[in-house]
């Protein structure tokens, strides 16, 4: 499988993505600056965590906007498979390739926890070497997580199985509406989600939790 | 021409920052502060001399990346 990580001026997870998907792949994934207006022949593009030119504006506004997100953007149309972490899943919501948006969390602080994560949805590319149903333990780190969306938004999500990931009970760490974590789009090529699954996937930075999430898109696209 | 632009949460969007706010003014004294919500003002310089044309390329800039109007309302002000 062959990947590719873009980075952002200020992108700060690409180098903890490209070790996840190093270790998990065996395969080195390509760095694709932003400002480039081409990928390379890859299967898998990792938005990576970090702030964006600063959060300028809104988090992930100007990013989305960049000369390689167009590209990207015409490429998922086409089936390509994106997976958007914490302001990665924020660009993706500015660049119209999710619904909804991510907001100043409920109680306007920063929160760098690990959270309880219930898999809601393992009938996708990228979580099907979970089970749905399971509990897992992701760190998330943002100020900005709270998925917002109206009704409607939100009962389509739930109704078509797009919601993938969902805080645990009572450990929704920045209001997000109905706990939402991580959302498919329609043709569920595309996953955006606030935890950090790339942070867990060795047993010497504190958890494996993550691992899976990367697994299963070896397997889906391989 | 000059413009300003304000970009405000949607009514019904909650605005915890402003809420913040509000109870700030309300421990300071000032009780009579009831809701406050938080937006931003954006001023802008424009060449163009046609109002028209000018507000219309203004909404446009709203849509595409001032506002998200997923949570975002925005009103246009012109001044010659």
Redesign the interface.
Known sequence: MKSAVVVFPASNCDRDAAVALEQVTGQKPTMVWHADTELPDVDLVVLPGGFAHGDYLRCGAMAALSAIMRDIKAKAEKGLTVLGICNGFQVLTEAGMLPGALMRNARLKFVCRPVGIDVQESQSLFSRKYESGQRITLPVANGVGNYFADDETLDRLEGEGRVVFRYAESDNPNGSMRSIAGILNQKRNVLGLMPHPERVCDPLLGGTDGRPLFESLLESLS | MKARVFITLKNG??D??GK?IGHALNSLGFRAVGEVRQGKVIDLELSERDETKARASLKEMCEQ??A?T??EKYEIEISP
Do not use: D, E
């Open positions: 969007v909650l915890p920052q913040a990346l001032l998200n997923v949570i």
